[in-house]
């Protein structure tokens, strides 16, 4: 975990998952343990290296653990820490949001 942290919570908030790719990795481990492969299915459009990259940025910020398992081949596994499951009522918030504004904007998106 970085020592030098923000003054504002908002921004330590914001340095710790104002990635794109952060947020949705949490979203997939709050349903529990993935593999990197999982995540990267389920996730979508990233790359495997954006993907590792933001997978040990998360683990050094203390908001996931990496299990890897003697196998050949390797098997690791990532679960979401007590502080990263602790993100939930944050990343519920986010989907109440959007489903409301979908609600009120989708619509007039595609006018046929």
Do not use: H
Request: overall charge positive.
């Amino acid at each position: 975990m970085e020592k030098n942290l923000p003054d504002c919570p908002v921004e330590t908030t914001l340095m710790l998952i104002s990635d794109r790719w952060k947020v949705l990795i949490i979203r997939d481990l709050l349903g529990g343990t993935k593999r990197f492969g999982e995540l990267k299915k389920s996730i979508g459009n990233v790359s495997q290296k954006v993907l590792t990259a933001n997978l040990r940025s998360m683990e050094n910020s203390g908001l996931l653990t990496r299990k890897v398992y003697p196998e050949v081949p390797p098997r690791v596994e990532y679960t979401l820490t007590e502080t990263g499951n602790s993100l939930k009522p944050i990343l519920d918030a986010m989907v109440a949001w959007g489903t409301e504004y979908k609600q009120k904007n989708g619509k007039n998106e595609c006018i046929p």
